[in-house]
Nanobody, 123 residues
Framework: QVKLVESGGELAKPGDSLTLSCKAS????????LGWFRQAPGKDYEFVAA????????YFSNSVQGRFTISVDGAMNTQYLQMNRLQPEDTAVYFC????????????????RGQGTHVTVSS
C-alpha cells in the first residue's frame, strides 16, 4: 500500500521560511515524478511545483517561482518543499503527490496524493 504523509506545516510570519516534508511508504520516491499542490480556504487545488522522475527538471507556478524549491532525498524516501519569503497568499493546505510521470496541474490526475499539511502565514 502506498502512503504519502506530509508534515512541517505551521503558523509563520510574512517573510519567514518553512520546509514541508512528504514521507513515502510503498514506493521509492526518487524513481517517481513528484508534485506539490495547495488548497486555500474556499478555493480549488492549485499547482505549486513538480519535479520529473530524473530529478533534474523542476517546474513552479508563477506565484512561487523564485521563492520555493522542490527536492527529494532518496535515502529518506522523502520529498521536500522549501518555501522562502512566505506571503499571506501562501496560506493553504499543502499536498504532495507522486506518479510515474508528471501529471500536469490537475491534482486529481496524480496517482498518489497525501492528506495535506496546514500552512498559515499571518503577522
Amino acid at each position: 500500500q502506498v502512503k504519502l504523509v506530509e508534515s512541517g506545516g505551521e503558523l509563520a510570519k510574512p517573510g519567514d521560511s518553512l520546509t514541508l516534508s512528504c514521507k513515502a511508504s510503498g514506493i521509492r520516491l526518487n524513481t517517481f515524478a513528484l508534485g506539490w499542490f495547495r488548497q486555500a480556504p474556499g478555493k480549488d487545488y492549485e499547482f505549486v511545483a513538480a519535479l520529473n522522475s530524473a530529478g533534474d527538471r523542476p517546474y513552479f507556478s508563477n506565484s512561487v517561482q523564485g521563492r520555493f524549491t522542490i527536492s527529494v532525498d532518496g535515502a529518506m524516501n522523502t520529498q521536500y518543499l522549501q518555501m522562502n519569503r512566505l506571503q499571506p497568499e501562501d496560506t493553504a493546505v499543502y499536498f504532495c503527490t507522486a506518479d510515474s510521470t508528471i501529471q500536469g496541474s490537475d491534482f486529481r490526475s496524480w496517482n498518489y496524493r497525501g492528506q495535506g499539511t496546514h500552512v498559515t502565514v499571518s503577522s
